[in-house]
């Protein structure tokens, strides 16, 4: 990962308004007085208007965006933005209402319409801390079970934000700064076509990039109660690179489940020429619609997201993985990977579900232990107090005498992929034996 990048990219979003700040305020109206209370109003109004029109191009997710900071990332500050976004917009307009009351019409409007839309991806959208606040997850159950809203109905509406930047843009352009700074008009101009142009990207040209990697499914297995594997050939071509970790969008184009893409990781191994597989729970209404894809069905497959791989990290000689349900997905990948290219290297799998049956895969797993002579798993089962192995939950004590006691944590890393509950628990476990900070891996899969 290359830190001076993530630092320009960082610097660049979160300094870039005051370039609009101060051709907005260095040539203003001639009624105008630049006493305090105006630059507040003017600064705020800069860095919403900026970081409103960044929204698109973080929302679109870019690969040269991604592969510095990770997808799970990308979209937890993309909403963070948004929300400190509209506080400034909103500080904006109230200070502004003292100056001059006319012209507020469509900054209003604007506001309310991205107030709405980012609500509804807080609550609907995104797996962030707000939805572990009891009154936004009943409002969520209530909206979803009562109501029968569904999740496309929350994309559908977050896309109103488009409409609200539109609205921002009438703004900016009838204001005095628009009328009296041509530079100020320039950046207004460019920041809007800018923010327009990524979401274009994302809606239109994205869309088709993903016909264009057709696939054709070869197997629809059932892998236990919960976990179904579709396993998937190009109708033409080879298959894209990818390193084992990393995930993708998919779109079945059967008719009968939704064409919404979603992401997922890929379980197979880039060594493995032939095909792909998803490893996919049976956990929402999208993936309960997957029992209906059958076999030559075809789906559209996205190139690869994530920075989520052991190859990203060359300088680690030993791994350990810790995953919780069906977090086993991009393990399952990394361990395919290496069974094949590096058989020797030591690696250690915690891998706890709630019930034994809830393991897949057994006679890989009994693979990869034979053909890997420094390779070994622990499975951990919660909800079995019978089970003949361990029990119970992955605390710091437990995590300590499987892995981290038998390991060297300097050239160690820890691998997390897990529900984000689980994951965060981990994470305290290993920092709190000692483990670096640089050592630990995860990438959350659910935005």
């Known amino acids: 990962m290359n830190k001076p990048k993530k630092f320009l990219w960082l610097t660049a979003y979160f300094l870039s308004p005051l370039i609009l700040f101060y051709f907005v305020v260095d040539n203003p109206s001639p009624d105008i007085q630049l006493t305090s209370g105006y630059l507040l109003s003017a600064l705020a109004g800069a860095f919403a208007y900026t970081w409103f029109c960044y929204q698109f191009i973080l929302s679109a997710h870019p690969k040269f965006i991604v592969k510095h900071f990770g997808m799970d990332k990308t979209y937890r500050f993309h909403g963070i933005m948004a929300m400190v976004s509209l506080i400034l917009g909103l500080i904006h307009y109230l200070i502004r209402r003292v100056y001059s009351p006319p012209n507020q019409s469509w900054g209003l409007f604007a506001l309310i319409l991205f107030a709405v839309a980012g609500g509804l991806g807080f609550v609907f959208l995104l797996n962030s801390r707000l939805r572990k606040v009891k009154w936004v997850e009943g409002i969520r159950r209530f909206a979803e079970k009562k109501l029968g809203f569904k999740r496309r109905y929350s994309i559908i509406a977050h896309n109103l934000s488009l409409l609200a930047a539109t609205f921002l843009f009438i703004h900016v352009i009838n204001s005095s700064a628009s009328e009296y700074s041509g530079y100020a008009r320039f950046l207004f101009i460019a920041f809007y076509v800018l923010g327009v142009s990524f979401w274009l990207y994302h809606q239109v040209v994205r869309r088709f990039q993903l016909d264009q990697g057709t696939f054709r499914v070869v197997e629809n297995r059932i ?46 191994s880039p060594a493995n020429s032939e095909e792909i597989e998803f490893v996919i729970k049976n956990s929402d ?7 209906n894809v059958i076999e030559g069905d075809e789906v559209h497959v996205n190139t690869p997201f994530g920075i989520f791989s052991h190859l990203n990290h060359p300088s680690e000689k030993e791994l350990v993985f810790i995953a919780g349900g069906i977090g086993i997905t991009p393990f399952l990948s990394m361990l395919r990977w290496i069974k094949e290219n590096d058989p020797q290297r030591k690696v250690t799998l915690l891998w706890g579900c709630r019930y034994k049956d809830d393991f897949i895969k057994a006679e890989e797993f009994a693979g990869f232990e034979q053909a890997m002579p420094n390779f070994q798993w622990y499975p951990v089962v919660s909800d079995e107090p019978n089970f003949d192995g361990e029990t119970g939950f992955f605390d710091t004590e437990k995590i300590n005498r499987l892995a981290v006691s038998k390991m060297d944590i300097i050239t160690t890393g820890f691998y997390i992929c897990a529900p984000p509950v689980m994951m965060d628990l981990v994470d305290d476990s290993l920092l709190e034996l000692g483990v670096p900070r640089g050592r630990i891996h995860y990438e959350k899969f659910s935005f």
Do not use: C, M
Not at 252 to 259: A, I, M, P, T
């Open 223 to 268: 892998e236990n109660h919960s976990v179904r594997s579709l396993h998937l050939k190009p109708v033409q071509g080879n298959i894209f690179n990818y390193k084992p970790g990393q995930f993708t969008f998919i779109s079945v184009q059967n008719g009968r489940v939704s064409k919404e893409p979603r992401p997922y990781t890929i379980a197979s």
């Open 285 to 291: 209404e999208y993936a309960n619609q997957l029992e």
